[in-house]
């Protein structure tokens, strides 16, 4: 298996998004829009883990507070509070060193890289925050390109951007449904990060990871 490239997601590939959703976004809109009267945090908290849990690969986010909504009394509309989403997380955004510093090994070798991320204007701030927008030789957001993973198209410009046939790059993320199915589907290798779960699908990845640096030495890189 020759791989001369690699393309990753950002969101629980390169930064924790979850860190960023829950430390972050959760607590400052329980702060700022629940009523402290009718819920606790802990009560709050686990409505709040229910509904990111049935919305958070949907990357139009007014999903969540349709979801929050059957539970909660939300007064504003959903713009409102997908701004403040948006502005929480970008906020609470931090590097991850051990990833940056993956990154950067890769940079010193001069081996071709870029991330590919589902989402909207806001990607771009995550990867000025967490480090990685200094570091990447090219990233996509999928917002901008015109459709979102798994399509074929992104994936493929992906493939241009990197200036690799799809069959010499490996795919590396968090999701099976986006990532890993739409990597796959024009013959890309690939690489799950596991999160602590098992693989959901069938049709598995080629490799099972618990963080990006492993490829240091799956791939025998440096």
């Given at each position: ?19 960023a ?69 970008v ?30 204007k ?60 739409g ?7 690939t ?32």
């Amino acid at each position: 298996m020759k791989i001369s490239g690699i393309i990753y997601d950002l969101d629980d590939t390169l930064i924790s998004r979850d860190e960023a959703f829950y430390s972050g976004f959760t607590k400052k809109f329980y702060e700022k829009f629940v009523d402290k009267n009718e819920f606790d945090f802990d009560t709050f908290f686990q409505i709040m883990k229910s509904a990111d849990k049935i919305t958070k690969w949907s990357p139009e986010k007014e999903n969540l507070f349709n979801e929050l909504r059957k539970n909660i009394n939300l007064v504003e509309d959903n713009k409102f509070y997908v701004d403040f989403f948006w502005g929480s997380i970008v906020n609470s955004v931090e590097p991850d060193l051990e990833a940056n510093k993956h990154l950067e090994g890769l940079n010193k070798i001069n081996f071709p890289w870029g991330v590919l991320t589902n989402g909207y204007k806001y990607q771009h701030e995550k990867m000025i925050r967490s480090g990685v927008g200094k570091l990447a030789p090219f990233y996509i957001v999928s917002g901008d390109f015109g459709c979102h993973k798994p399509c074929k198209e992104v994936f493929i410009e992906a493939s241009k951007k990197i200036d690799l046939s799809c069959e010499e790059i490996l795919f590396v993320g968090d999701t099976a449904e986006t990532d890993i199915i739409g990597a796959k589907s024009v013959g890309m290798k690939t690489a799950w990060v596991k999160m602590g779960r098992s693989y959901p699908l069938e049709d598995k990845p080629d490799f099972e990871i618990d963080h990006v640096k492993e490829l240091n030495s799956i791939l025998n890189l440096f």
